[in-house]
């Protein structure tokens, strides 16, 4: 198991937190979830009817909510309708929740569960779609991410946005940077924040480059406290006698720890340059800047993964 999930099960163990389930009847999330219910770390709710479920797995510690025989669904069909603002009537509502995850999406909302945990059968617009629309983005973000823990041995760095945004424009980037600062914190890096290029510190000057130019900026002028840089080429970010050669003074060129790439392009690949030559494990990829964490599952995923990725979520949870 990696230090860092040890890490993460120290700080959720105890705090009683609530994770969605919409795939129970998935066995990878169901033996997942049973594990995590029986150690203790998190209380799972698992949706849909237990008599769906692989009855070989023991969910006697989970809470089991079938959307048809929910008590409470007259009041989460006003709360949705209330949330979209017009953009679904009540009899679609009532339709749209019986949908998991939807329906457990609604939970997190309501503040019954802290979190939710999706994708193993579902695709990522499934997962993602109704947590756009529900929870929503946290104040002063304007988008969620996908940033992806990198983790080799005693090495551990962050590179977002690898999953969602295909071409971000300066203001989210700079967003990007902070919540990304937040989440190295929370696996214990303190974070030194490069803004990516091919061009460091004005040596290309095209569209492109004046992007991360300006992203930089703004995302200094957000006053977050973290050391944020940029532009540079990931050489500078990262090692030292190159980082003091391409971008004098700065105090984050050649100490990069935290990495925030132009585009979806460049963010996806690099990640796994990093994975498949590199060594290096990736783990995510793991939803940033929502009100309440929701984090999507890859269909090749297995039972570690999803247990992997419930701990995380909870511990996002302890963020703000």
């Known amino acids: 198991m990696s230090s860092i999930i040890k890490e993460l099960k120290d700080k959720i163990t105890g705090k009683g937190l609530k994770i969605v389930f919409p795939e129970p009847t998935d066995l990878r999330v169901l033996e997942a979830a049973s594990k995590l219910s029986k150690e203790g770390l998190i209380q799972p709710i698992l949706i849909g009817k237990k008599k769906d479920f692989d009855q070989s797995v023991d969910v006697s510690s989970c809470i089991i909510i079938d959307p048809c025989d929910y008590s409470k669904f007259d009041e989460m069909v006003a709360s949705f309708v209330d949330r979209r603002k017009g953009k679904a009537t009540e009899e679609q509502a009532r339709t749209m929740l019986l949908n998991e995850n939807y329906f457990g999406t609604m939970l997190v909302y309501m503040k019954k569960a802290d979190g939710l945990v999706s994708g193993a059968i579902h695709s990522t617009g499934d997962t993602v779609r109704p947590a ?121 060129a050649g100490h990069a720890n935290t990495f925030i790439f132009p585009d979806l392009n460049s963010g996806n690949i690099g990640y796994k340059i990093a994975q498949r030559l590199g060594g290096f494990e990736a783990m995510g990829p793991i939803l940033a800047g929502l009100n309440s964490p929701v984090n999507d599952l890859s269909r090749g995923c297995n039972a570690t993964d999803v247990y992997n990725t419930a701990i ?3 511990a996002q949870t302890l963020l703000d």
């Open 312 to 314: 995380i979520t909870a």
């Open 132 to 252: 756009l629309q529900i929870i929503k983005t946290k104040p002063g973000v304007s988008k969620t991410f996908g940033y992806f823990l990198m983790v080799k041995e005693n090495e551990k760095y962050i590179f977002g946005d690898c999953a969602i945004n295909p071409n971000p424009d300066a203001p989210s980037l700079a967003e990007f940077a902070v919540e990304s600062a937040k989440a190295a914190e929370m696996f214990g890096i303190e974070p030194k924040v490069a803004m990516l290029s091919f061009s460091s510190n004005g040596s290309a000057d095209t569209d492109e480059t004046k992007k991360v130019v300006l992203a930089t900026k703004l995302a200094k002028e957000l006053n977050s406290g973290y050391e944020i840089d940029g532009e540079m080429q990931f050489d500078a970010a990262f090692v030292p006698a190159v980082g003091s050669k391409k971008f004098p003074g700065s105090k984050v």
